[in-house]
């Protein structure tokens, strides 16, 4: 087995177990993961369109123009946590970005670099990833405050009492 299926399995497994491990109060972040997906699976249309990013080796490769397994279900379970967890402050809030564009820029580059999970084309370097993964937070953010009303539970908690 190609190191590359190995490291769509591990990323599944993380996935799910991050989300065993820490599924209370995830329920009302599902329409967060629901929209990280189709922002993710438009985003790899585009990809492949314009020949940004490609994934030459597929755990499922029936889909052809996009990788279930990052599509489907690393970035929705990344989506969840990023705005389930985000801090209220905006300061704050560009900390928590950025360490998050850290990260995950760092794993892309190491799989685009040495394995064959991923491979940019086009001028599409790591950088532009940064400034994807970055701007993708609050766009998942914005999209979990607009559907509830612009309030975070953060903000009912003072009204309980």
């Not at 329920?27 to 790899?44: D, E, Q, R, T």
């Not at 967890?85 to 950025?98: S, T, V």
Request: glycine fraction near 4%.
């Amino acid at each position: 087995m190609p190191v590359e299926i190995s490291i769509q399995y591990f990323a599944i497994a993380i996935s799910i177990l991050t989300l065993i491990i820490k599924h209370k109060g995830m329920k009302k972040y599902v329409p967060v993961a629901l929209f990280a997906s189709l922002y993710a699976n438009i985003w790899g249309y585009i990809a492949k369109y314009f020949n940004f990013w490609s994934y030459p080796i597929k755990l499922f490769p029936v889909a052809e123009d996009l990788s279930l397994v990052v599509d489907i279900v690393v970035v929705p379970v990344i989506a969840m946590f990023w705005v389930r967890y985000c801090p209220k402050r905006f300061k704050d809030k560009l900390f928590w970005a950025l360490e998050w564009t850290v990260v995950l820029s760092i794993i892309e580059f190491f799989l685009e670099k040495y394995t064959d999970a991923m491979e940019y084309g086009n001028g599409y370097a790591w950088y532009h990833s940064s400034i994807l993964w970055f701007i993708s937070g609050f766009i998942w953010l914005g999209f979990h405050l607009w559907l509830n009303d612009w309030k975070r539970d953060i903000d009912n908690i003072f009204n309980r009492y």
